[in-house]
């Protein structure tokens, strides 16, 4: 009369709350401005680090790569861990902002977990090359 629990684990269910999951879709928000005769885009990009970060130029779009990694310590593998939240995740968002923006046009900047990118709204026609665009403190 009562239901048979074969293989049941009591933190599988406990591990599947939403609580638990981790939501890449939350990853590299953004929020486009314009001010001046420019575009500012502010992405939060949380946990990331400075140099984990590449934007590139190329053929009117801007390309934002963002690399997670939180590498686990060898020291924690003698620790009995029942659950860890600790991933390598690669994220990128791409924007068209013309054939005619260049790389000199645009500036960068990454402080507290938000990245910083203005570019003008218009510019002049110009070649470009693949060149990727540093990044301010």
């Given at each position: 009369?009562?239901?048979?629990?074969?293989?049941?684990?009591?933190?599988?269910?406990?591990?599947?709350?939403?609580?638990?999951?981790?939501?890449?879709?939350?990853?590299?928000?953004?929020?486009?401005?314009?001010?001046?005769?420019?575009?500012?885009?502010?992405?939060?990009?949380?946990?990331?680090?400075?140099d984990d970060i590449?934007?590139?130029?190329?053929?009117?779009?801007?390309?934002?790569?963002?690399?997670?990694?939180?590498?686990?310590?060898?020291?924690?593998?003698?620790?009995?861990?029942?659950?860890?939240?600790?991933?390598?995740?690669?994220?990128?968002?791409?924007?068209?902002?013309?054939?005619?923006?260049?790389?000199?046009?645009?500036?960068?900047?990454?402080?507290?977990?938000?990245?910083?990118?203005?570019?003008?709204?218009?510019?002049?026609?110009?070649?470009?090359?693949?060149?990727?665009?540093?990044?301010?403190?």
């Amino acid at each position: 009369m009562f239901p048979e629990f074969r293989n049941f684990d009591v933190l599988d269910d406990v591990f599947n709350d939403s609580f638990f999951k981790r939501k890449d879709k939350n990853l590299m928000k953004t929020d486009i401005l314009e001010k001046d005769g420019n575009y500012i885009l502010e992405m939060d990009l949380p946990g990331c680090k400075k140099d984990d970060i590449k934007i590139e130029l190329k053929d009117g779009y801007l390309n934002i790569n963002a690399t997670y990694n939180n590498n686990v310590d060898e020291s924690d593998e003698e620790k009995n861990y029942v659950h860890r939240e600790r991933y390598y995740s690669n994220c990128k968002r791409s924007f068209y902002v013309g054939e005619n923006v260049t790389d000199e046009d645009i500036d960068a900047s990454f402080k507290d977990g938000i990245l910083n990118v203005t570019f003008p709204k218009e510019s002049l026609p110009n070649e470009t090359e693949k060149k990727y665009i540093s990044i301010k403190d």
